[in-house]
């Protein structure tokens, strides 16, 4: 009997190892190729990215994997010429901060991965960072909008979006100034990303001379919003700003509509999805949206990329693609840089986080890149969107950079 | 050749010989990890070896001794030689951590009967007991600048927040005593998904845990000077730290109160006849299990500097859960197996079948739509581990030894029992030396007849 | 603030009344089962999600194939209605022989392990049959009924109408079955006492799958219309609110089929109530981020005090 027990417990365990011995084989194959210590051996370089494959976030953050595929593949050519082949590692942080902390620490173990192109979610990010700071990772970040991302410091944090801290007043701006707003209904989603940018709405709003005359939370995940709409519809207001994401955002511009609010409804750069014009529907008039992403087919450049990227993946361009593109091209860039200032040896991991870093001036193909000390994009924009109508992407209305 | 094989068969069963095929096969795996590749294959089969070591037949101290060994000296050695040994030692480390969660809800679930499914919340109150206090975040609530505390003071945390988690322990039991059954785990949910719902909104009136936007900037602890920052240094603390609990609950299992909470998961009204005390059994079944999660809680906080609620959802109480039912319920070894199984499951292997997946989609072998990713399958496979195990293997992979009593020996106990005091032996009578009553009566499985909620049926009979 | 109050309260009280339609008919699924098996159906919340997910596929189905503009609005949904019903019913008594039948004779903990096993994988079953197909699994259905009645400040759609009908037809039916039928009160009998009904000739395995599909089917019905009601609809809408549903279960008395449909309204009205008027009421304290909390305690407090529920009767446990 025992020995049946086991015989049965090595049949188990083998068939266990056999099916991580083939994804070791694909994936961590190259871990022991390299197993020997640092990155000098071998010609591959890959850069990783992390972001939500799956999750309510997925749209996005599988826009940004796509984006980061398309500049790899753009600029194997050029890394040929050097001598190296350049591959793509995309990690699934599900939205889930341990989870990206555990793939921090298994992209950190594959010495050839000279970058990392993520995350979507500042909370996964945050301590996702922290494993990348220890073993001097490069982290470019597409889309991250707190200001804590940044604000710690450390070396290898950069992003090319614009911060919280200035999407939020941005907002506030074109919220009172411009709409003419006086009294404002806030609702948030009570998660890191829509409770900060609301937070730095409300603030702005309030030293620009609006009356926040309700400041309300949700859960995520939820679909009847009665209750806070009714609240609001009592409270009289002039606008409806919305922190947080395009699963519950559709559902409440949809719903106060229903109730009768037509007046303009303001969000954050959670609701550039199209499946927010989906979820809304018809009733997706009159509403804004403030967005680190500028809309990449306002240049013609920029269009022939999105029909490039509609014609490759099969799907419409997303916010974060062209960001996504552009956060792999910085990487590879400075991973550039670094491999001729190494004389065309493959680079260590501190010379790519130093060169990353010192970009100045870098034209991508939606946004200017340039860093300051802590990381932060100088050239980055907010723009505001307007949906008119069931289209996406929105129509730009607005554009506040930094200096103005 | 059947000569042979009993033989072989004989010989196979000598402590001896499975001690040094057991070497043998360790020490190659050891040395695979150490110079062959791919490391993940030698590193589950060195964890295998533990698996074997736990059926070979030497004796108790010598297989804790070598358990130990492996564990902490080969284990970390041998990978350290790979450019992945920190990833290794992360996974180690989180699968030391989920084992201790696992063992203390085999405390509430496995030893006592009570299926808790909010258990994740001991160990959010463990973590953010820590996060508060060494980080920026106590300023908020706490005047003067006192946070964060001193990184020294972390070997002081640990019994905090083990205390911290076992009251709350205690007044999450205190309620719940009066429940049974299949409402004591929707209650033990809802308390579950309320404390997480607070955590998510404790940032005004006062801001005691930040809210959503968690806690960030969490120092790390220092121990006799040395800075814990990286994974190999936490792997440390976490086997000294399991250690310690494996201990603990070996203890507990076996004492007073172990064979209180087993007689209160079989029948509680029998246990009651019996002068089990039912309130205090079962609080302190709560409090035990909440303690080692409140105390791995700590140790999670210290290890990721950063936490926030999204870490302490209903899933992840279910994960606990599982890990429980695939091992054995109420068995040491089969927790401790699940809870290694479900952590690689979720941290390696469904990442690295995804990667592999992934590189033949852009390689363009064969299109792999991305909804049927594997790393987006978790529910899906914890769900049928879950029935399958429950249909048809309710006592999980390795199932708890209870005890065998062979009619012989209870015979002979009853001759001796006559002659001591010339009375008729009958089951459940307290004999005069002092034998705990219900390790006499004959071992007796599970309850045949469902108890159900007071008052919620009639003619509920036993 | 009161008056704030009181001018809010009728559209509060509409609001509520028709979530907690919703809720007292996937109630009636819990208490049916809880009555005969004594288990909590953990699966039933998935249950009511598919049923939301099969509706929405066929009316996106008929939208695409171009019947949609073509056939009468009341058809639609109710051809809509009863494939639902008929598919979740079968999906109920499915699930009925494969996880809770092998283990009627288990100790307690079982069987409801193997319900949340069961949930779980609906839950990524129809999640990845809905990602595969739309890309995405939150799924935007083709809504029948989108026109909105003004009736003074209270703004009522029309498919809130059809809902709470919708509703009270099933649970008036469910009723009526129950009591007057030769079935219903094979089920009556078996949930008073199992072995005695066998006894009495019924073939108590065939009462028990029947009581699977009723149930399950009203929970896909009610699913469809939930559908209907909030056009959008995700894997995971059937957890929470199985979860409440117990609830308003369990505050109606569990076993006792009016009680559910009670306990339903009244936790509805509570929920919309809690979430409306809690900001204001506590000064932006407590937000209406905390109704689920609100619910929570209500069930921890009726099973605290009152385990038997409004309607039900306190039953001593022999020994």
Same mark, same amino acid.
């Given at each position: 009997?025992?020995?049946?027990?086991?015989?049965?417990?090595?049949?188990?365990?083998?068939?266990?190892?056999?099916?991580?011995?083939?994804?070791?084989?694909?994936?961590?194959?190259?871990?022991?190729?390299?197993?020997?210590?640092?990155?000098?051996?071998?010609?591959?370089?890959?850069?990783?990215?992390?972001?939500?494959?799956?999750?309510?976030?997925?749209?996005?953050?599988?826009?940004?994997?796509?984006?980061?595929?398309?500049?790899?593949?753009?600029?194997?050519?050029?890394?040929?010429?050097?001598?190296?082949?350049?591959?793509?590692?995309?990690?699934?942080?599900?939205?889930?901060?341990?989870?990206?902390?555990?793939?921090?620490?298994?992209?950190?173990?594959?010495?050839?991965?000279?970058?990392?192109?993520?995350?979507?979610?500042?909370?996964?990010?945050?301590?996702?960072?922290?494993?990348?700071?220890?073993?001097?990772?490069?982290?470019?970040?597409?889309?991250?909008?707190?200001?804590?991302?940044?604000?710690?410091?450390?070396?290898?944090?950069?992003?090319?979006?614009?911060?919280?801290?200035?999407?939020?007043?941005?907002?506030?701006?074109?919220?009172?100034?411009?709409?003419?707003?006086?009294?404002?209904?806030?609702?948030?989603?009570?998660?890191?990303?829509?409770?900060?940018?609301?937070?730095?709405?409300?603030?702005?709003?309030?030293?620009?001379?609006?009356?926040?005359?309700?400041?309300?939370?949700?859960?995520?995940?939820?679909?009847?919003?009665?209750?806070?709409?009714?609240?609001?519809?009592?409270?009289?207001?002039?606008?409806?700003?919305?922190?947080?994401?395009?699963?519950?955002?559709?559902?409440?511009?949809?719903?106060?509509?229903?109730?009768?609010?037509?007046?303009?409804?303001?969000?954050?750069?959670?609701?550039?999805?199209?499946?927010?014009?989906?979820?809304?529907?018809?009733?997706?008039?009159?509403?804004?949206?403030?967005?680190?992403?500028?809309?990449?087919?306002?240049?013609?450049?920029?269009?022939?990329?999105?029909?490039?990227?509609?014609?490759?993946?099969?799907?419409?361009?997303?916010?974060?693609?062209?960001?996504?593109?552009?956060?792999?091209?910085?990487?590879?860039?400075?991973?550039?840089?670094?491999?001729?200032?190494?004389?065309?040896?493959?680079?260590?991991?501190?010379?790519?986080?130093?060169?990353?870093?010192?970009?100045?001036?870098?034209?991508?193909?939606?946004?200017?890149?340039?860093?300051?000390?802590?990381?932060?994009?100088?050239?980055?924009?907010?723009?505001?969107?307007?949906?008119?109508?069931?289209?996406?992407?929105?129509?730009?209305?607005?554009?506040?950079?930094?200096?103005? | 050749?059947?000569?042979?094989?009993?033989?072989?068969?004989?010989?196979?069963?000598?402590?001896?010989?499975?001690?040094?095929?057991?070497?043998?096969?360790?020490?190659?795996?050891?040395?695979?990890?150490?110079?062959?590749?791919?490391?993940?294959?030698?590193?589950?089969?060195?964890?295998?070896?533990?698996?074997?070591?736990?059926?070979?037949?030497?004796?108790?101290?010598?297989?804790?001794?070598?358990?130990?060994?492996?564990?902490?000296?080969?284990?970390?050695?041998?990978?350290?030689?790979?450019?992945?040994?920190?990833?290794?030692?992360?996974?180690?480390?989180?699968?030391?951590?989920?084992?201790?969660?696992?063992?203390?809800?085999?405390?509430?679930?496995?030893?006592?009967?009570?299926?808790?499914?909010?258990?994740?919340?001991?160990?959010?109150?463990?973590?953010?007991?820590?996060?508060?206090?060494?980080?920026?975040?106590?300023?908020?609530?706490?005047?003067?600048?006192?946070?964060?505390?001193?990184?020294?003071?972390?070997?002081?945390?640990?019994?905090?927040?083990?205390?911290?988690?076992?009251?709350?322990?205690?007044?999450?039991?205190?309620?719940?005593?009066?429940?049974?059954?299949?409402?004591?785990?929707?209650?033990?949910?809802?308390?579950?998904?309320?404390?997480?719902?607070?955590?998510?909104?404790?940032?005004?009136?006062?801001?005691?845990?930040?809210?959503?936007?968690?806690?960030?900037?969490?120092?790390?602890?220092?121990?006799?000077?040395?800075?814990?920052?990286?994974?190999?240094?936490?792997?440390?603390?976490?086997?000294?730290?399991?250690?310690?609990?494996?201990?603990?609950?070996?203890?507990?299992?076996?004492?007073?109160?172990?064979?209180?909470?087993?007689?209160?998961?079989?029948?509680?009204?029998?246990?009651?006849?019996?002068?089990?005390?039912?309130?205090?059994?079962?609080?302190?079944?709560?409090?035990?299990?909440?303690?080692?999660?409140?105390?791995?809680?700590?140790?999670?906080?210290?290890?990721?500097?950063?936490?926030?609620?999204?870490?302490?959802?209903?899933?992840?109480?279910?994960?606990?859960?599982?890990?429980?039912?695939?091992?054995?319920?109420?068995?040491?070894?089969?927790?401790?197996?699940?809870?290694?199984?479900?952590?690689?499951?979720?941290?390696?292997?469904?990442?690295?079948?995804?990667?592999?997946?992934?590189?033949?989609?852009?390689?363009?072998?064969?299109?792999?739509?991305?909804?049927?990713?594997?790393?987006?399958?978790?529910?899906?496979?914890?769900?049928?581990?879950?029935?399958?195990?429950?249909?048809?293997?309710?006592?999980?992979?390795?199932?708890?030894?209870?005890?065998?009593?062979?009619?012989?020996?209870?015979?002979?106990?009853?001759?001796?029992?006559?002659?001591?005091?010339?009375?008729?032996?009958?089951?459940?009578?307290?004999?005069?030396?002092?034998?705990?009553?219900?390790?006499?009566?004959?071992?007796?499985?599970?309850?045949?007849?469902?108890?159900?909620?007071?008052?919620?049926?009639?003619?509920?009979?036993? | 603030?009161?008056?704030?109050?009181?001018?809010?309260?009728?559209?509060?009280?509409?609001?509520?009344?028709?979530?907690?339609?919703?809720?007292?008919?996937?109630?009636?699924?819990?208490?049916? *089962?809880?009555?005969?098996?004594?288990?909590?159906?953990?699966?039933?919340?998935?249950?009511?999600?598919?049923?939301?997910?099969?509706?929405?596929?066929?009316?996106?189905?008929?939208?695409?194939?171009?019947?949609?503009?073509?056939?009468?609005?009341?058809?639609?949904?109710?051809?809509?209605?009863?494939?639902?019903?008929?598919?979740?019913?079968?999906?109920?008594?499915?699930?009925?022989?494969?996880?809770?039948?092998?283990?009627?004779?288990?100790?307690?903990?079982?069987?409801?392990?193997?319900?949340?096993?069961?949930?779980?994988?609906?839950?990524?079953?129809?999640?990845?049959?809905?990602?595969?197909?739309?890309?995405?699994?939150?799924?935007?259905?083709?809504?029948?009924?989108?026109?909105?009645?003004?009736?003074?400040?209270?703004? *009522?759609?029309?498919?809130?109408?059809? *809902?709470?009908?919708?509703?009270?037809?099933?649970?008036?039916?469910?009723?009526?079955?129950?009591?007057?039928?030769?079935?219903?009160?094979?089920?009556?009998?078996?949930?008073?006492?199992?072995?005695?009904?066998?006894?009495?000739?019924?073939?108590?395995?065939?009462?028990?799958?029947?009581?699977?599909?009723?149930?399950?089917?009203?929970?896909?019905?009610?699913?469809?219309?939930?559908?209907?009601?909030?056009?959008?609809?995700?894997?995971?809408?059937?957890?929470?609110?199985?979860?409440?549903?117990?609830?308003?279960?369990?505050?109606?008395?569990?076993?006792?089929?009016?009680?559910?449909?009670?306990?339903?309204?009244?936790?509805?009205?509570?929920?919309?109530?809690?979430?409306?008027?809690?900001?204001?009421?506590?000064?932006? *304290?407590?937000?209406?981020?905390?109704?689920?909390?609100?619910?929570?305690?209500?069930?921890?407090?009726?099973?605290?005090?009152?385990?038997?529920?409004?309607?039900?009767?306190?039953?001593?446990?022999?020994?």
């Amino acid at each position: 009997m025992k020995k049946h027990r086991v015989l049965s417990w090595v049949a188990v365990t083998s068939a266990v190892m056999l099916l991580s011995a083939c994804g070791a084989g694909g994936g961590g194959g190259n871990t022991a190729s390299s197993g020997g210590g640092g990155g000098g051996g071998g010609n591959v370089i890959k850069i990783a990215t992390q972001s939500p494959l799956s999750g309510g976030s997925a749209t996005l953050g599988e826009a940004i994997k796509l984006g980061a595929q398309l500049a790899v593949e753009d600029k194997q050519e050029e890394f040929k010429k050097l001598g190296f082949t350049l591959q793509l590692v995309p990690y699934d942080d599900q939205a889930d901060p341990k989870k990206g902390v555990a793939n921090a620490q298994m992209i950190a173990s594959d010495q050839d991965i000279l970058g990392v192109v993520g995350h979507l979610n500042s909370g996964v990010a945050i301590p996702s960072s922290e494993v990348y700071e220890k073993y001097a990772i490069p982290m470019v970040s597409p889309a991250n909008t707190a200001t804590q991302v940044t604000d710690r410091g450390l070396k290898t944090v950069n992003r090319i979006c614009a911060r919280d801290d200035f999407q939020g007043p941005a907002g506030a701006q074109f919220a009172v100034q411009t709409l003419g707003a006086k009294k404002i209904f806030v609702i948030q989603d009570k998660t890191a990303y829509g409770q900060g940018l609301a937070d730095a709405f409300k603030d702005a709003a309030q030293k620009l001379g609006a009356q926040i005359v309700g400041y309300e939370g949700i859960t995520v995940g939820e679909k009847d919003f009665n209750g806070v709409l009714n609240n609001a519809k009592a409270a009289n207001p002039d606008l409806i700003y919305f922190g947080g994401l395009y699963a519950e955002g559709g559902l409440i511009v949809k719903q106060a509509r229903e109730k009768g609010l037509n007046i303009p409804i303001l969000g954050g750069d959670g609701l550039d999805s199209s499946t927010m014009v989906q979820i809304a529907g018809a009733d997706i008039a009159n509403t804004y949206y403030t967005s680190v992403a500028a809309d990449v087919t306002k240049t013609d450049s920029g269009k022939q990329w999105a029909d490039r990227y509609q014609q490759k993946f099969g799907k419409p361009v997303e916010s974060y693609s062209a960001y996504g593109y552009d956060s792999a091209q910085v990487l590879l860039k400075g991973i550039e840089n670094a491999i001729q200032a190494n004389g065309g040896k493959k680079p260590t991991r501190e010379q790519v986080r130093d060169a990353v870093r010192a970009i100045q001036d870098f034209q991508g193909i939606v946004t200017k890149v340039g860093f300051d000390d802590k990381g932060d994009n100088k050239f980055a924009n907010v723009y505001v969107y307007k949906f008119d109508g069931q289209k996406y992407p929105g129509t730009q209305v607005a554009a506040m950079s930094k200096q103005s | 050749m059947k000569q042979g094989m009993t033989r072989l068969r004989t010989r196979l069963r000598r402590p001896r010989t499975q001690a040094v095929l057991l070497a043998a096969y360790t020490v190659l795996s050891a040395a695979g990890l150490a110079f062959a590749g791919p490391p993940i294959v030698w590193f589950l089969l060195l964890l295998a070896s533990l698996l074997l070591l736990y059926y070979t037949d030497l004796p108790g101290a010598v297989k804790w001794v070598w358990a130990g060994v492996v564990v902490a000296v080969l284990l970390p050695v041998c990978a350290s030689t790979g450019s992945s040994f920190e990833s290794f030692m992360e996974v180690a480390t989180q699968m030391g951590i989920y084992v201790a969660m696992a063992l203390g809800l085999n405390v509430v679930v496995g030893f006592a009967g009570l299926l808790d499914l909010g258990f994740i919340a001991f160990f959010a109150l463990g973590a953010y007991t820590y996060a508060i206090f060494f980080s920026d975040q106590a300023n908020h609530f706490i005047p003067g600048h006192h946070f964060p505390l001193p990184a020294d003071l972390f070997w002081l945390c640990l019994p905090a927040g083990l205390l911290v988690a076992a009251l709350f322990g205690v007044l999450l039991g205190l309620p719940v005593l009066r429940v049974k059954g299949d409402y004591l785990a929707i209650v033990t949910l809802g308390f579950g998904e309320i404390i997480r719902i607070i955590f998510n909104n404790l940032d005004k009136p006062v801001n005691i845990t930040n809210g959503a936007i968690g806690i960030s900037s969490v120092e790390a602890p220092r121990f006799f000077g040395v800075s814990l920052s990286f994974p190999h240094q936490f792997y440390y603390l976490v086997l000294a730290l399991l250690a310690l609990v494996l201990y603990a609950v070996r203890r507990l299992e076996h004492s007073r109160i172990g064979r209180a909470w087993k007689a209160v998961r079989e029948d509680e009204i029998a246990a009651q006849a019996m002068g089990v005390p039912l309130t205090r059994t079962k609080l302190v079944a709560f409090a035990v299990g909440a303690s080692f999660s409140g105390l791995m809680g700590v140790v999670f906080a210290a290890k990721q500097a950063f936490i926030d609620p999204t870490s302490f959802t209903m899933l992840e109480s279910i994960t606990i859960l599982v890990m429980v039912i695939l091992g054995g319920m109420g068995s040491l070894p089969g927790v401790v197996v699940g809870a290694c199984l479900v952590t690689l499951l979720n941290i390696q292997l469904m990442p690295e079948l995804t990667n592999w997946l992934n590189t033949l989609t852009t390689a363009g072998v064969i299109q792999f739509p991305s909804a049927l990713s594997p790393s987006k399958m978790q529910r899906l496979i914890f769900g049928i581990i879950l029935i399958l195990f429950a249909v048809f293997r309710p006592q999980g992979m390795i199932p708890s030894k209870t005890r065998r009593h062979d009619p012989a020996a209870l015979a002979k106990l009853a001759a001796e029992w006559q002659a001591q005091t010339g009375g008729t032996f009958r089951a459940g009578v307290r004999p005069a030396d002092g034998q705990d009553a219900t390790a006499r009566a004959p071992g007796h499985g599970a309850v045949t007849r469902a108890q159900g909620q007071d008052g919620a049926k009639e003619g509920a009979t036993l | 603030m009161i008056p704030q109050l009181l001018h809010s309260l009728p559209q509060v009280l509409v609001d509520g009344v028709t979530l907690g339609a919703v809720y007292a008919t996937v109630a009636l699924g819990y208490t049916m *089962v809880y009555g005969i098996l004594e288990l909590i159906n953990f699966a039933h919340g998935e249950i009511f999600m598919s049923g939301a997910f099969i509706g929405t596929a066929i009316l996106i189905g008929l939208n695409s194939a171009g019947w949609l503009g073509h056939l009468p609005k009341l058809l639609v949904l109710l051809l809509t209605l009863a494939v639902a019903m008929g598919l979740t019913g079968l999906l109920g008594m499915g699930i009925e022989r494969v996880a809770y039948r092998p283990l009627r004779n288990a100790p307690r903990l079982i069987p409801l392990i193997s319900a949340i096993g069961v949930s779980f994988v609906l839950q990524d079953v129809v999640r990845f049959i809905a990602e595969w197909r739309t890309g995405n699994y939150i799924v935007t259905g083709v809504t029948l009924y989108g026109a909105e009645l003004n009736l003074g400040s209270l703004t *009522v759609k029309t498919n809130t109408l059809i *809902v709470l009908g919708a509703a009270v037809l099933m649970m008036a039916g469910l009723d009526l079955f129950v009591r007057r039928t030769r079935w219903g009160t094979a089920m009556r009998a078996v949930a008073q006492d199992k072995d005695t009904a066998a006894l009495m000739s019924i073939n108590v395995n065939r009462v028990i799958a029947l009581t699977f599909f009723m149930g399950s089917a009203l929970g896909g019905a009610t699913g469809v219309l939930f559908a209907q009601q909030y056009g959008t609809i995700d894997p995971y809408i059937g957890f929470i609110l199985g979860l409440k549903a117990f609830t308003a279960a369990v505050l109606g008395g569990i076993g006792n089929i009016r009680g559910a449909m009670f306990g339903g309204f009244v936790l509805g009205i509570l929920e919309m109530f809690a979430s409306a008027e809690l900001g204001p009421l506590t000064g932006g *304290v407590l937000g209406a981020e905390y109704k689920d909390v609100f619910a929570f305690l209500i069930l921890i407090a009726v099973l605290l005090f009152k385990p038997e529920g409004l309607f039900g009767q306190a039953v001593k446990e022999k020994v």
